[in-house]
């Protein structure tokens, strides 16, 4: 990490600015000197904080994976309704993940080809689930989720149902049965509707 709060600025906007170019132009099109360029910066100084395209672009996709890293289902207090909690959790996922889409679309397809960054995005995956699966588990404690399923497996099932979702409606298009795009609420309710059915949650009074 750079050594002076400069330092830091100036890796902020290459990051920033490489974010905006691969957003336009894809991963392949990109170049550094368009990377460059669009952070106002010689190409000199883009050496002195990256090695190459993919250690930028590393650096880009790990912004996104914290800015959807929201605290999920593994903060439900005994006091919180742990529907609302899983509704409030589904529906930051997917805001994140919209907002996000284009860095998701290119992350699929770099990880297609670099191995690098298929363990990247397993990473990724692996983060959610056992994040998701923690939440689980103490639901089971609370004997709010159905205590005879394996938290990871369940995680695992139920996190890729809604990672599987976000793809198809926010990078690929795929539409809604009707033809229409996909509403972003709509996708809230159905895919908190079948969590809380799948992990067997009890009726809400």
């Known amino acids: 990490m750079p050594a002076t709060a400069r330092g830091v600025r100036t890796r902020a906007a290459l990051v920033a600015a490489a974010r905006v170019v691969f957003e336009r132009d894809g991963y392949l099109d990109a170049r550094l000197t368009d990377i460059t360029k669009e952070a106002g910066c010689a190409t000199g100084t883009f050496y002195t904080y990256f090695t190459n395209k993919e250690e930028v672009f590393a650096a880009v996709l790990e912004g996104a994976r914290d800015d959807m890293m929201h605290p999920g289902m593994d903060r439900v207090d005994d006091a919180d309704d742990p529907y609302a909690v899983l509704e409030a959790s589904n529906r930051a996922y997917l805001t994140a993940y919209q907002r996000n889409a284009k860095l998701m679309g290119l992350m699929e397809q770099v990880a297609h080809v670099d191995p690098e960054f298929r363990r990247f995005r397993t990473e990724r995956a692996e983060a959610f689930i ?3 699966a923690r939440g689980i588990a103490e639901l089971q404690k609370r004997s709010v989720a159905d205590p005879d399923i394996d938290p990871v497996t369940a995680s695992r099932a139920l996190s890729g149902m809604v990672s599987r979702m976000a793809y198809g409606a926010f990078v690929s298009g795929e539409a809604a049965d009707d033809g229409r795009e996909y509403d972003l609420e709509e996708l ?6 079948l969590w809380a059915n799948a992990l067997k949650f009890p009726d809400r009074t």
């Open 130 to 132: 056992a994040r998701n």
């Open 188 to 193: 809230v309710y159905t895919l908190t509707r």
